[in-house]
């Protein structure tokens, strides 16, 4: 794919300014811990692996071929690590400032837990003062965002959508949904119409596809800032989000037995090979989903909400790029998060990768190009929802407290006052032990 004229035009104006802003020296949030600020030598990155890693590194390699130009005498490592190892990774780098790199890409809610173990310098003042962070979206802001200090820049941006089987919804004469009750209604239809298919194929390990139900209602994973935070998921509005969802677990729609352990990959990848008339995916499920049995016969919208004309929150995933707290390269670091943060980067990114742009102009640019992408850019537009930014939220994530919530109810095992309840108190002694 190809940029626009008008597109690269407006990209290479941007890049011409995001140089002449970086190479004056910037306003420092804070020294690094190493005490030493640089101006030559190597500084070692570390970025996420891809299952096809080429399109990345061509983009990549461009932004650091710029960088090494501009600064004489620095050179740049660029390392593409497992996101599956990256814990253990990070957590040695973290130990051990001597072998650590000086930039790393990482997963947005590990934000938090990365501050906490001090290992990402607080950038806020550079941030701050650079001309194309005013176009970041909120919520991509806010993911790099901890007591109000900022510690990195947002690197792309994934949200969630309704992708629904048009040849199923023209032979059933069913209307696209345009409210959440209407969504649980077609979910039924489609499934008494064809017992072969998922209606709206769901899963109780897929907690961000769950997310978008309870903040319909008016529900909150928890409440609170700066680190201090109190569960909030057994409030009255949660509890009516999670009884929407859930009720969509059982014979009439995706049944419990085959459903309640599934996980967001697992429900796109049954929409994919034809066995659901619809399911909530990403833009970065596109690819899966072109490559299954339903190409040609499938749309996405965003996912609808109580009212019409209403869209449901959705979690604002994706990856950030920070700057480590033990760079000895301070300076030279952060101009280099900032070029790979860049507008022209990200729009080379979405052209190469399909990774939507955490910049609402380049978004939108983005959404002119390709029509797929219309859907996740209206999601984003109509206001996306993150996860408590504290440390504990890793550990939340990791022991299932969510998934198992929905498990148990789905199970019959509790109802939803006592399953939300137990979740709560497993979130609050999270949140307590988190500082």
Known sequence: MKLSVR?????????AATVTATACAPQSSGGSASGKDEKTGTLRVWLFQEVDNGPKEKVVDAAVDTFEKAHRGAEVEVEYIPVETRAQRVKAAFNDPGSAPDLIEYGNTDTAGYVKDGGLADITGEF??????????PTARQSVTVGGRVYGAPFFVGVRALYYRTDVFEEL??????TQAELIDTARRIRAAKPGLYGLVVGGAYTYGAMPFIWAHGGELARGRGGSY??????AAAQKGIKAYTSLFGDDNCPAAKCAGMGGN????????????????GDFSHAAVEAGKVR???AVVPLPGLEKGETAPAFAGGNNVGVLKSTSHRSLAVDLMKRLASKKTQGELFDAMGFLPTYTDVRADAAKKEPFVEPFVKTLAAGTK???ASPAWARIDASLVLPTMFQEIVSGRKDVPAASKDAARKMNDAFSSAG
């Not at 701050?128 to 979206?137: N, Q, R, V, Y």
């Not at 109190?230 to 409030?235: E, G, L, T, V």
């Not at 429900?267 to 619809?278: D, L, N, S």
């Open 173 to 178: 004469g069913l209307d696209v949904p345009g």
């Open 230 to 235: 109190a569960s909030a998921i057994d409030s």
């Open 7 to 15: 597109m690269a035009a407006s990209l290479a104006a941007l890049l």
């Open 296 to 298: 040609g016969k499938y």
């Open 266 to 281: 697992d429900t796109v990848t049954a929409f994919a090979a034809g066995k659901a008339g619809m399911a909530i995916g």
């Open 386 to 388: 993150f996860v408590p």
């Open 128 to 137: 701050t003062d650079w001309d194309e962070a005013k176009d970041t979206d």
